[in-house]
């Protein structure tokens, strides 16, 4: 049992390093960006006027695809991703020391160095006035603020609260982008995203290693997967791991969720895949 207990702690650190890095800035995975031309334009006009834009829309649709190719346009030390997480990351004390520790690493390190001097017990207001400073001193370069899954933050939360005011009083400081399914705060320019158009699907099809389909069954893929890259691409999955198109399109309009299509994969993944898979 001492063994054991030891594990589990040894497991905590190693998921909690992995899932929550203060000290280390995210990087969003390179996306392909397809049918969003518009709205990559907006945010990039919007952002470069130092505004705040917010990506919205539901789950799957492409939101973070699109926030990762705007912050593919900053130089990427200009950048600072945070991903929040519910109950490993979505602390006031979290968000500061991994900003801090951001722009210290640019240069201007007071809000750092304040928070090593408080042993990490941050002092909302005096960290805001530090960060405001230090952003202000990286001028004229300007430091984008992006911040993914915001539905995580609940407004019963004294820490969720926290961290929204503070998000609101950076939006004064320079560009800040937010990505969730919904607009929590108010905002100059709400981007809403919605499915791809028809147009759209045979590049993703393309893309997703499967050859054209007939003319008549696009519409009906539009329909049940409403567009969202992610659904098509499983619906890729499912044609080119050997399912007839037929019976997938059959499929889909039956299942509310995507735990179908999910198990029909699963059958065809090899036991090394499907390991992997499980340990992930």
Sequence with gaps: ???RQRAVKALAYALYQAVSPPLRTET???HFLLGRDLPYAQAL?????NETVYIAGPSG?????LGAAIAGHWPAQHVFWYTLRRDFNDQTSSL???LGHCLRSLGAGNTWRQLVADRGV???D????LLRYDIEALRPAALLICIDEMDVLQDDRLEHVQIMHLLEELALCGP????GQRALLPVELTLRLDGLEAGALDTLFRRSGVPPLQEELYPRVLLYTRGYPVLVQLFASLIRSGEEVETALQLLPKTPSIEALFQRIWRRLEEGERSLLMQL
């Design 45 to 49: 006009t919007a952002l470069q006027r």
């Design 1 to 3: 049992y001492r063994v």
């Design 122 to 124: 941050a002092d909302v």
């Design 96 to 98: 500061l020391f991994a």
């Design 28 to 30: 969003p995975a390179p």
């Design 61 to 65: 649709v492409g939101k973070t695809a």
């Design 176 to 179: 800040l982008l937010l990505i």
């Design 126 to 129: 005096r960290a805001l006035g």
